[in-house]
């Protein structure tokens, strides 16, 4: 039992607060340490806590373990995270493979890459259309067939609020119609500094709550909730990204023996 960084061979766990510079986490359930380890004889670096605009952090702060990673020598980042479902053909403890997002803070003008462009990460202005890499989706859903997974994953696309307030139910009808599948409070800006320095991404939701579209609804979604529905499918999730990242390695190995 565990979560993916507990199950780690050779695990070393590094504390945020060691780290200089490194934010801290205050989020129940987000632990706050870098485990380094080999998943599957694969060398990898899980967080254990993430970071998000409504602990207080800049966007840039909150992504900037993406390119501590980066500095490591990670060439993927898989990025994971607990969100709505808004796509009304989700159901709870379902995963969306994500193909595409909604920047809706960046439409605010808030953005991870703000500020003056460090040339040795990226260019000033990436491209953002193919964030989200085809082949690895197209992996990632054949795997999922394999693990007999296919009636629970899906594909769509993942739109980020600020939080921490869950949405209203006007705010989700409109999320509905801008396309967004997922609804939640991370990822956008991890995805987004990570594509700025090359690394090769693939995002999924944990559908942890059903996203509420009706006013005569009695349910509240909730974090007790969230971190619930993370625990009951934190064994399916594991075998996932197994799965995933030995297929990374064995790509890997075939384009460098
Ligand atoms: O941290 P992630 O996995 O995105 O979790 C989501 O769930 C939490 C709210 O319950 C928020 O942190 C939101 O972003
Ligand atoms: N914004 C948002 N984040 C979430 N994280 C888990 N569920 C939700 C949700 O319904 N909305």
């Given amino acids: 039992m565990g979560s993916l960084a507990d199950v780690l061979d050779g695990k070393i766990e590094v504390p945020y607060e ?19 380890g080999y998943l599957s004889g694969v060398p990898v670096v899980c967080m254990k806590g993430r970071f998000h605009y409504y602990e ?21 980042l898989v990025a994971t995270n607990a969100a709505g ?15 595409d997002h909604i920047n809706l803070m960046g439409f605010a003008g808030n953005n991870p890459l703000q500020g003056p462009n460090d040339e040795r990460f990226g260019p000033r202005f990436p491209p953002m259309n193919e964030a989200y ?6 992996e990632a859903k054949r795997i999922a067939k394999e693990l007999g997974l296919e009636n629970i994953v ?12 869950f949405e209203t139910v006007a705010e989700l009808k409109m999320l509905s119609m801008l396309g967004a599948d997922s609804v939640g409070m991370s990822t956008v800006h991890e995805v987004i500094t990570g594509r700025h320095c090359d690394l090769t991404v693939m995002a999924f939701s ?24 993370g625990k009951m499918r934190q064994d399916v999730l594991k075998l996932f990204v197994q799965s995933i990242v030995k297929y990374i390695k064995q790509t890997e190995d075939s384009i460098n023996p």
């Fill in 56 to 76: 207080g952090y800049p966007l840039w702060k909150c992504a900037m373990p993406v390119r501590v990673m980066k500095l490591l020598g990670v060439t993927h």
């Fill in 154 to 165: 899906h594909e769509g696309c993942y739109t980020c609020l600020g939080g921490p307030n």
């Fill in 18 to 36: 060691i780290i200089p510079h490194f934010p801290r986490s205050t989020v129940q359930g987000h632990a706050g340490k870098l485990v380094f």
């Fill in 85 to 99: 479902g808004l796509n009304p053909k989700f159901e709870v403890g379902d995963i969306m493979l994500v193909k």
């Fill in 133 to 138: 890499d085809k082949t690895l989706i197209r």
């Fill in 206 to 229: 944990l559908i942890t709550n059903k996203c509420i579209t009706a006013y005569d609804s009695n349910d509240n979604p909730n974090h007790e909730e969230v971190m619930d529905v």
